[in-house]
């Protein structure tokens, strides 16, 4: 129940609405508006409504539904968990989330298992998927509980305050120990499962990168997308001369050298690690960092290379 203050009076239902149920997006409370789940003394109201002083408002939040999927004990590592937000550790092989005929074996499976808290995102009882990482991409991932956590981790995206540092094996001696990667980057023109910056639609991409050790045919480099555009590390680097190793997509098709062979088979998947993520918790605004461990098969390709060059 809300009761409306002199400094409330006047102003639209729907405004007010959105800055007092902070969990929820302007379409949500208009929903609930139009399924007369807000009554204002006693009545139904609309979005344009004004607020008089002393008026009372009355909210019934629907109970959350059911997404609809099934929860599976799949193994994941969390990082970090509370009632705002979980942090994880994905697998490389895991689909983030369901979609195109895959209903299971994904993340957002494995945390419905998990997470007990769920409080429902988008009237939904599920987590909130608010970035993604490839499904042959390891590494930290977070996802919110709650309308307020999504709401606010969406727009730490959008603006750019969330902070990516990633772990990436690429083929080649690179030129150079740090740099910038600029283009846009889109669907590519002909083949539609890659992405490119001869699309002709792209966005604006940056990559930071700096070059962490040297095997000879290969360089171990740390990137920080500075933009999220769709495979843009993977593009960036193999576009520039230098593809992540073992990158089916992005890769080299057949290569000559058989240290890269022997490597890419240790591999078996682009060598992408998501190391790193630096946001502000939805709820307390405190920075938090958390980092994700080298996995196995990383670290096992990494050996090779490195006695190799004893």
């Known amino acids: 129940m809300l009761k409306i203050t002199k400094e409330l009076s006047g102003k639209r239902a729907d405004v007010v609405l959105s800055a007092f149920l902070s969990g929820l997006t302007r379409s949500q409370i208009k929903k609930l508006i139009d399924n007369n789940r807000i009554i204002v003394q006693g009545r139904t109201i609309k979005p344009s409504t004004k607020f008089d002083e002393g008026d009372v408002v009355q909210i019934a939040l629907p109970d959350p539904e059911p997404l609809g999927l099934e929860p599976e ?3 994941i590592e969390l990082l970090y968990e509370d009632e705002s937000i979980v942090v994880v550790d994905k697998p490389a092989g895991m689909t983030v989330h369901p979609g195109a005929g895959v209903n299971n074996g994904t993340l957002v499976n ?7 808290d769920l409080s429902g ?3 939904k009882i599920r ?3 608010v970035h993604r990482l490839d499904k042959y991409t390891s590494g930290v991932m977070v996802v919110a509980k709650n309308d307020q956590a999504h709401n606010s981790l969406v727009g730490q995206f959008k603006a750019r305050e969330v902070k990516k540092k990633y772990i990436a094996l690429v083929e080649g001696n690179v030129e150079g120990d740090s740099g910038v990667f600029e283009s846009e980057i889109g669907r590519h023109p002909t083949n539609r499962i890659k992405m490119s910056s001869q699309a002709k639609a792209g966005r604006a991409s940056v990559t930071k990168w700096k070059t962490l050790e040297r095997y000879g045919p ?4 740390e ?4 933009t999220g555009r769709t495979h843009q590390i993977r593009v960036h680097f193999s576009e520039s001369g230098y593809p992540l190793l073992a990158d089916k997509v992005y890769g080299s098709k057949r290569t000559k050298n058989d240290v890269l062979k022997r490597a890419s088979k240790l591999m078996g998947r682009q060598a992408l690690h998501a190391r790193e993520l630096g946001l502000k918790h939805p709820l307390t605004g405190e ?3 958390f980092k994700a461990p080298l996995p196995g098969d990383m670290e096992r390709t ?6 190799l060059g004893e």
């Open 121 to 123: 995102i988008g009237g």
């Open 110 to 116: 494995a945390l419905l298992f998990k997470c007990k």
């Open 73 to 75: 004990d799949l193994s």
């Open 218 to 221: 290969a360089t171990l480099v």
């Open 127 to 129: 987590p909130g998927i």
């Open 223 to 226: 990137s920080e997308p500075r």
């Open 287 to 289: 920075s938090l960092q």
């Open 302 to 307: 990494l050996e090779y290379l490195r006695r």
